[in-house]
């Protein structure tokens, strides 16, 4: 099975700030990872797919990069609203599994 | 507007079976794969099920594996997750979600999920 790794699993920024999230996959997903956002008492929300596209509605703050094993979202300027976890998931071999993860707290 | 909603959870003893269904509305039922993630209480996203859209495609956690099965009814435009030998780490809030296309990929909608409880 592929195991998800993310870094870090939580951080705490200021509004404005820049912040990035990495996650890492044990074998080579080539570009088959999507992120999620979820807030507390709601289901995950689609972010990203294909490591760097981003769904149509989402703030394009948010950006994904990498390929292969390594895997970034950057969140160019935070604001209040991005309070949140964060969860990795890779799609390219069964079963598909998630990282574990980041909480990020805006100040 | 695409909606999905999960019901059959509940509390059931160790050993026991539930049968989780998805009902969905709001889209072409046949074009898409569907989902089952769980949450543990406090804990992250685990995937545990997926089914292609002509149930010719499926695959499972392994944790769940072997106890789990999924099935879908595309005239009724549901999904359901038939769980056996329920363990107490199946206790879960499972959500049903609708893949972007018709062989397994990601989720990109959501139902609200339904809380399975399993202790004695």
């Known amino acids: 099975d592929i195991q998800m790794t993310q870094s870090p699993s939580s951080l705490s920024a200021s509004v404005g700030d820049r912040v990035a999230i990495t996650c890492q996959a044990s074998?080579?997903?080539?570009?088959?990872l999507s992120w999620y956002q979820q807030k507390p008492g709601q289901a995950p929300k689609l972010l990203i797919h294909d490591a760097s596209i981003l769904e149509p509605g989402v703030t394009p703050r948010f950006s994904g990069s990498g390929s292969g094993t390594e895997f970034t979202l950057t969140i160019s300027s935070l604001e209040p609203e991005d309070t949140a976890t964060y969860f990795c998931?890779?799609?390219?071999?069964?079963?598909?599994?998630f990282g574990p993860g980041t909480k990020v707290d805006v100040k | 507007e695409v909606q999905i909603v999960e019901s059959g959870g509940g509390w059931v003893p160790p050993g026991k079976s539930l049968r989780l269904s998805c009902a969905t509305s709001?889209?072409?039922?046949?074009?898409?794969?569907m989902h089952w993630v769980r949450q543990r209480p406090g804990k992250g996203l685990e995937w545990v099920s997926g089914?292609?859209?002509?149930?010719?495609?499926?695959g499972y956690a392994d944790s769940v594996k072997g106890r789990f099965a999924v099935s879908r009814d595309n005239p009724k435009k549901s999904v359901h997750l038939q769980m056996n030998d329920l363990r107490d780490e199946d206790t879960a809030l499972y959500y049903c979600?609708?893949?972007?296309?018709?062989?397994?990929?990601?989720?990109?909608?959501w139902g609200q999920g339904i809380l399975v409880s399993v202790s004695s």
């Open positions: 709001g889209f072409n039922f046949e074009d898409y794969a």
């Open positions: 089914i292609d859209w002509s149930n010719g495609g499926v």
């Open positions: 998931h890779q799609y390219d071999d069964l079963p598909f599994t």
């Open positions: 979600g609708r893949d972007v296309g018709r062989t397994l990929g990601y989720v990109d909608s």
């Open positions: 074998h080579d997903i080539k570009y088959f």
